[in-house]
């Protein structure tokens, strides 16, 4: 007999943990009023979630001053549903705060974009869930 899984809400600060393991995600955005889900290298800072755009690419329109949605995982065996999921709902904005850009530059981000803009996601609404065998 097959083993059923067990899923597990995750509250907001286990959500916020888990996400700090990872570093790549999805943002979910429109482009030209379709939705689209884009790749993403981010991390976290203060609360809030950072990646980079390039001007002139869909993201970098798709998500200045937007309101998105930030998906990642993480699944220990791709056929096995056991691992997490998180999603984070909100507001994003380009970073331009002297101070608060200066923190960011020394982010992990990756090198998806490396001269592009930094672009932050307030946490309006995160859910979770645990996915156990």
Avoid at 31 to 56: Q, S, W
Avoid at 62 to 80: F, G, I, M, W
């Amino acid at each position: 007999m097959p083993i059923e899984p067990v899923i597990i809400p995750l509250n907001q600060d286990e959500c916020l943990a888990l996400l700090a393991t990872t570093s790549i995600g999805r943002i979910g955005t429109t482009v030209d009023a379709l939705p689209v889900v884009l790749p993403i290298t981010f991390a976290l800072h203060r609360g809030t979630i950072v990646f980079r755009t390039m001007p002139g690419t869909r993201l970098h329109d798709a998500t200045r001053n937007a309101v998105v949605a930030l998906q990642a995982d993480h699944y220990a065996d791709p056929h096995e549903p056991a691992g997490w999921s998180v999603m984070v709902q909100g507001q994003t904005q380009e970073i331009a705060e002297p101070n608060w850009l200066s923190a960011v530059q020394l982010l992990p981000l990756g090198s998806w974009a490396p001269d592009g803009s930094y672009i932050c996601l307030e946490p309006a609404i995160v859910s979770g869930r645990r996915i156990i065998l």
